[in-house]
T-cell receptor
Framework: GAVVSQHPSWVICKSGTSVKIECRSLDFQATTMFWYRQFPKQSLMLMATSNEGSKATYEQGVEKDKFLINHASLTLSTLTVTSAHPEDSSFYIC???????????FGPGTRLTVL | SQQGEEDPQALSIQEGENATMNCSYKTSINNLQWYRQNSGRGLVHLILIRSNEREKHSGRLRVTLDTSKKSSSLLITASRAADTASYFCAPDQGGSEKLVFGKGMKLTVNP
Protein backbone atom coordinates (compact mmCIF):
# COMPACT_ATOMS: atom_id res chain seq x y z
CA GLY A 1 0.00 0.00 0.00
CA ALA A 2 0.93 3.66 -0.16
CA VAL A 3 3.35 4.65 2.59
CA VAL A 4 4.18 8.13 3.81
CA SER A 5 7.10 8.71 6.12
CA GLN A 6 8.10 11.68 8.23
CA HIS A 7 11.44 12.64 9.65
CA PRO A 8 12.21 13.23 12.40
CA SER A 9 9.57 11.47 14.46
CA TRP A 10 10.27 13.81 17.35
CA VAL A 11 12.43 16.87 17.90
CA ILE A 12 13.23 19.12 20.82
CA CYS A 13 14.65 22.55 20.12
CA LYS A 14 15.37 25.82 21.83
CA SER A 15 13.16 28.83 21.40
CA GLY A 16 14.22 30.95 18.44
CA THR A 17 15.69 28.15 16.38
CA SER A 18 14.29 26.71 13.15
CA VAL A 19 13.20 23.14 12.66
CA LYS A 20 12.73 21.28 9.39
CA ILE A 21 10.34 18.36 9.06
CA GLU A 22 10.39 16.10 6.01
CA CYS A 23 7.47 14.26 4.50
CA ARG A 24 8.11 11.58 1.90
CA SER A 25 5.86 9.39 -0.17
CA LEU A 26 7.86 6.19 -0.30
CA ASP A 27 6.29 4.18 -3.06
CA PHE A 28 4.19 6.63 -4.99
CA GLN A 29 4.32 10.09 -6.44
CA ALA A 30 2.30 12.86 -4.87
CA THR A 31 1.71 16.13 -6.66
CA THR A 32 -0.14 17.36 -3.60
CA MET A 33 0.73 16.94 0.05
CA PHE A 34 -0.97 18.39 3.09
CA TRP A 35 0.37 19.59 6.43
CA TYR A 36 -1.66 19.38 9.60
CA ARG A 37 -1.08 20.38 13.19
CA GLN A 38 -2.66 18.67 16.15
CA PHE A 39 -2.66 19.92 19.72
CA PRO A 40 -3.22 17.46 22.57
CA LYS A 41 -6.71 15.96 22.64
CA GLN A 42 -7.77 18.06 19.68
CA SER A 43 -8.47 17.36 16.05
CA LEU A 44 -6.14 17.84 13.14
CA MET A 45 -6.03 21.37 11.82
CA LEU A 46 -5.08 21.76 8.18
CA MET A 47 -2.22 24.22 7.87
CA ALA A 48 -1.43 24.22 4.19
CA THR A 49 -1.63 22.42 0.89
CA SER A 50 1.75 21.76 -0.65
CA ASN A 51 1.91 21.62 -4.44
CA GLU A 52 4.93 20.25 -6.27
CA GLY A 53 6.70 22.96 -8.18
CA SER A 54 4.56 25.82 -6.93
CA LYS A 55 3.85 27.82 -3.83
CA ALA A 56 1.92 26.27 -0.98
CA THR A 57 -1.62 27.34 -0.23
CA TYR A 58 -2.03 28.28 3.41
CA GLU A 59 -5.19 28.09 5.46
CA GLN A 60 -6.53 31.20 7.09
CA GLY A 61 -4.62 32.16 10.20
CA VAL A 62 -1.48 30.22 9.32
CA GLU A 63 1.58 32.43 8.93
CA LYS A 64 3.33 31.52 5.69
CA ASP A 65 6.54 33.26 6.73
CA LYS A 66 6.69 31.22 9.90
CA PHE A 67 5.79 27.87 8.42
CA LEU A 68 7.81 27.54 5.23
CA ILE A 69 6.77 24.77 2.92
CA ASN A 70 8.82 23.47 0.02
CA HIS A 71 7.60 20.73 -2.28
CA ALA A 72 10.77 20.10 -4.23
CA SER A 73 9.87 16.82 -5.86
CA LEU A 74 6.96 14.47 -6.37
CA THR A 75 7.99 12.49 -3.30
CA LEU A 76 9.20 15.12 -0.84
CA SER A 77 7.68 18.07 0.95
CA THR A 78 9.32 19.90 3.82
CA LEU A 79 7.88 22.09 6.54
CA THR A 80 10.24 24.47 8.29
CA VAL A 81 9.09 26.08 11.51
CA THR A 82 11.11 29.26 11.69
CA SER A 83 12.02 31.01 14.94
CA ALA A 84 10.11 28.41 16.89
CA HIS A 85 8.45 29.34 20.16
CA PRO A 86 6.95 27.16 22.89
CA GLU A 87 3.45 27.75 21.49
CA ASP A 88 4.57 26.03 18.30
CA SER A 89 4.99 22.80 20.24
CA SER A 90 2.59 20.40 18.63
CA PHE A 91 2.19 17.22 16.63
CA TYR A 92 2.75 17.87 12.93
CA ILE A 93 1.33 15.40 10.44
CA CYS A 94 1.60 15.31 6.67
CA UNK A 95 -0.46 13.44 4.12
CA UNK A 96 -0.33 12.74 0.43
CA UNK A 97 -2.97 11.81 -2.08
CA UNK A 98 -2.33 8.81 -4.27
CA UNK A 99 -2.78 9.91 -7.87
CA UNK A 100 -5.92 8.54 -9.44
CA UNK A 101 -7.59 7.98 -6.08
CA UNK A 102 -9.33 10.13 -3.50
CA UNK A 103 -7.52 8.57 -0.61
CA UNK A 104 -5.10 10.51 1.57
CA UNK A 105 -2.30 8.59 3.21
CA PHE A 106 -0.87 10.02 6.39
CA GLY A 107 2.60 10.05 7.81
CA PRO A 108 3.25 8.92 11.38
CA GLY A 109 3.64 12.49 12.61
CA THR A 110 6.42 14.55 14.14
CA ARG A 111 6.28 15.64 17.76
CA LEU A 112 7.86 19.10 18.13
CA THR A 113 8.73 20.42 21.56
CA VAL A 114 10.11 23.94 21.81
CA LEU A 115 11.78 24.77 25.10
CA SER B 1 -14.22 21.42 1.92
CA GLN B 2 -16.38 20.77 4.94
CA GLN B 3 -16.00 19.22 8.33
CA GLY B 4 -17.71 16.08 9.51
CA GLU B 5 -19.11 15.88 13.01
CA GLU B 6 -18.74 12.58 14.81
CA ASP B 7 -21.20 11.35 17.38
CA PRO B 8 -20.83 10.32 20.14
CA GLN B 9 -17.61 12.07 21.07
CA ALA B 10 -16.60 9.20 23.30
CA LEU B 11 -17.63 5.57 23.63
CA SER B 12 -16.47 2.91 26.04
CA ILE B 13 -17.38 -0.73 25.44
CA GLN B 14 -16.26 -4.22 26.37
CA GLU B 15 -14.21 -6.39 24.08
CA GLY B 16 -16.45 -8.40 21.77
CA GLU B 17 -19.19 -5.80 21.63
CA ASN B 18 -20.01 -3.80 18.55
CA ALA B 19 -19.22 -0.11 18.30
CA THR B 20 -21.22 2.30 16.19
CA MET B 21 -20.22 5.87 15.47
CA ASN B 22 -22.05 8.40 13.37
CA CYS B 23 -20.96 11.24 11.18
CA SER B 24 -23.02 14.16 9.92
CA TYR B 25 -22.08 16.72 7.33
CA LYS B 26 -23.70 19.73 5.73
CA THR B 27 -23.35 19.83 1.95
CA SER B 28 -23.25 17.34 -0.89
CA ILE B 29 -20.19 15.16 -1.16
CA ASN B 30 -18.20 13.16 -3.66
CA ASN B 31 -17.17 10.60 -1.08
CA LEU B 32 -16.71 10.18 2.65
CA GLN B 33 -13.68 8.67 4.32
CA TRP B 34 -13.13 7.20 7.75
CA TYR B 35 -9.79 7.30 9.53
CA ARG B 36 -8.41 5.93 12.77
CA GLN B 37 -5.74 7.53 14.93
CA ASN B 38 -3.99 5.72 17.71
CA SER B 39 -2.66 7.95 20.46
CA GLY B 40 0.39 9.90 19.32
CA ARG B 41 0.35 8.42 15.83
CA GLY B 42 -0.68 9.44 12.35
CA LEU B 43 -4.01 8.66 10.77
CA VAL B 44 -4.75 5.34 9.18
CA HIS B 45 -7.21 5.24 6.31
CA LEU B 46 -9.98 2.75 7.03
CA ILE B 47 -12.52 2.97 4.27
CA LEU B 48 -13.87 5.27 1.57
CA ILE B 49 -17.49 5.24 0.51
CA ARG B 50 -18.63 7.08 -2.59
CA SER B 51 -21.77 9.15 -2.85
CA ASN B 52 -23.44 6.56 -5.06
CA GLU B 53 -22.80 3.76 -2.57
CA ARG B 54 -25.02 2.98 0.39
CA GLU B 55 -22.99 0.38 2.23
CA LYS B 56 -19.47 -0.93 2.21
CA HIS B 57 -17.63 -3.61 4.14
CA SER B 58 -14.00 -4.14 5.00
CA GLY B 59 -13.22 -6.93 7.42
CA ARG B 60 -14.94 -6.10 10.71
CA LEU B 61 -15.88 -2.64 9.45
CA ARG B 62 -19.20 -1.74 7.95
CA VAL B 63 -19.87 1.75 6.66
CA THR B 64 -23.21 3.12 5.55
CA LEU B 65 -23.98 6.37 3.80
CA ASP B 66 -27.30 8.16 3.62
CA THR B 67 -26.90 11.15 1.35
CA SER B 68 -30.51 12.25 1.90
CA LYS B 69 -29.79 12.63 5.62
CA LYS B 70 -26.20 13.72 5.04
CA SER B 71 -24.95 11.12 7.46
CA SER B 72 -22.70 8.11 7.62
CA SER B 73 -22.11 5.44 10.21
CA LEU B 74 -19.15 3.23 10.98
CA LEU B 75 -19.79 -0.08 12.68
CA ILE B 76 -16.96 -2.09 14.18
CA THR B 77 -18.07 -5.61 14.97
CA ALA B 78 -16.57 -7.90 17.59
CA SER B 79 -14.38 -5.12 18.92
CA ARG B 80 -10.90 -5.74 20.27
CA ALA B 81 -8.76 -3.81 22.71
CA ALA B 82 -6.56 -2.88 19.75
CA ASP B 83 -9.50 -0.95 18.26
CA THR B 84 -9.06 1.62 21.02
CA ALA B 85 -8.36 4.84 19.13
CA SER B 86 -9.89 8.05 17.89
CA TYR B 87 -12.00 7.80 14.77
CA PHE B 88 -12.56 10.60 12.30
CA CYS B 89 -14.85 10.99 9.34
CA ALA B 90 -13.89 13.23 6.45
CA PRO B 91 -16.55 14.24 3.93
CA ASP B 92 -14.92 15.04 0.62
CA GLN B 93 -16.64 17.39 -1.80
CA GLY B 94 -14.04 16.61 -4.44
CA GLY B 95 -11.99 19.05 -6.46
CA SER B 96 -9.62 20.55 -3.92
CA GLU B 97 -8.63 17.20 -2.39
CA LYS B 98 -8.20 18.73 1.03
CA LEU B 99 -9.98 17.16 3.97
CA VAL B 100 -11.20 18.93 7.08
CA PHE B 101 -11.45 16.85 10.23
CA GLY B 102 -13.88 17.19 13.10
CA LYS B 103 -13.17 16.48 16.73
CA GLY B 104 -13.36 12.75 16.24
CA MET B 105 -14.75 10.04 18.42
CA LYS B 106 -12.66 8.41 21.09
CA LEU B 107 -13.38 4.70 21.33
CA THR B 108 -12.17 2.71 24.31
CA VAL B 109 -12.47 -1.05 24.18
CA ASN B 110 -11.94 -2.60 27.57
CA PRO B 111 -10.41 -6.09 27.68
Amino acid sequence: GAVVSQHPSWVICKSGTSVKIECRSLDFQATTMFWYRQFPKQSLMLMATSNEGSKATYEQGVEKDKFLINHASLTLSTLTVTSAHPEDSSFYICSATLLGTDTQYFGPGTRLTVL
Amino acid sequence: SQQGEEDPQALSIQEGENATMNCSYKTSINNLQWYRQNSGRGLVHLILIRSNEREKHSGRLRVTLDTSKKSSSLLITASRAADTASYFCAPDQGGSEKLVFGKGMKLTVNP
